[in-house]
T-cell receptor, first 112, second 115 residues
Framework: DGGITQSPKYLFRKEGQNVTLSCEQN?????MYWYRQDPGQGLRLIYY???????QKGDIAEGYSVSREKKESFPLTVTSAQKNPTAFYLC???????????FGSGTRLTVV | AQSVTQLGSHVSVSEGALVLLRCNYS??????LFWYVQYPNQGLQLLLK??????LVKGINGFEAEFKKSETSFHLTKPSAHMSDAAEYFC?????????????FGSGTRLQVQP
């Protein structure tokens, strides 16, 4: 079945370390997105990519980086510059001409 | 920039009662509008979407929403709540002015269903 896979489901990081969250889709969608979710704040856009080798900053890109070398993959790196990285991270994708998203099941990152 | 406001961070209803979750958007151009549902520690699932066709949109699990341009609203309703409807619901809007495909989400409404 087609879908989006995020891994790992739970991730623990020590302060000062970079960490990469994986997002893979087999839906042949051209656009992919990363959102951060905090209690009471809804989802906030970190980065998005509408085509391979191109991506744009979202509303809260500081302290994060991404790459889009393959259509099916859009990894997110949380760098040590991100001051408050503990959150639930959601990856999504959408097809050409569609505004509806398919979401992954999320990665919960905790800084210890 | 587009924005969406969900009135009420928590809503509690009795099983069998009407569910009404409110969403208002701010835009000079009617956007595309969406409702998503999220169960604990999971991703979001699309309930329904408005893309400028019929103003009354029917979705999955018996939910529907009506686009009202004069009120800039897109409230979500269900005639009779079920225990399985307990979840968090998000309204989202697309930006048809700039064409940015990334959705902007509201802060969410947690629905509690009492037996």
């Amino acid at each position: 079945d087609g879908g989006i896979t995020q891994s790992p489901k739970y991730l623990f990081r020590k302060e000062g370390q970079n960490v990469t969250l994986s997002c893979e889709q087999n839906l042949n969608h051209d656009a992919m997105y990363w959102y951060r979710q905090d209690p009471g704040q809804g989802l906030r856009l970190i980065y998005y990519s509408q085509i391979v080798n191109d991506f744009q900053k979202g509303d809260i890109a500081e302290g994060y980086s991404v790459s889009r070398e393959k259509k099916e993959s859009f990894p997110l790196t949380v760098t040590s510059a991100q001051k408050n990285p503990t959150a639930f991270y959601l990856c999504a994708s959408s097809g050409t001409g569609s505004y509806g998203y398919t979401f992954g099941s999320g990665t919960r990152l905790t800084v210890v | 920039a587009q924005s969406v406001t969900q009135l009420g961070s928590h809503v509690s209803v009795s099983e069998g009662a009407l569910v009404l979750l409110r969403c208002n958007y701010s835009s000079s151009v009617p956007p595309y509008l969406f409702w998503y549902v999220q169960y604990p520690n999971q991703g979001l699932q699309l309930l329904l979407k408005y893309t400028s066709a019929a103003t009354l949109v029917k979705g999955i699990n018996g939910f529907e929403a009506e686009f009202k341009k004069s009120e800039t609203s897109f409230h979500l309703t269900k005639p009779s709540a079920h225990m399985s409807d307990a979840a968090e619901y998000f309204c989202a809007v697309s930006d048809r002015v700039t064409g940015r495909r990334a959705l902007t989400f509201g802060s969410g409404t947690r629905l509690q269903v009492q037996p």
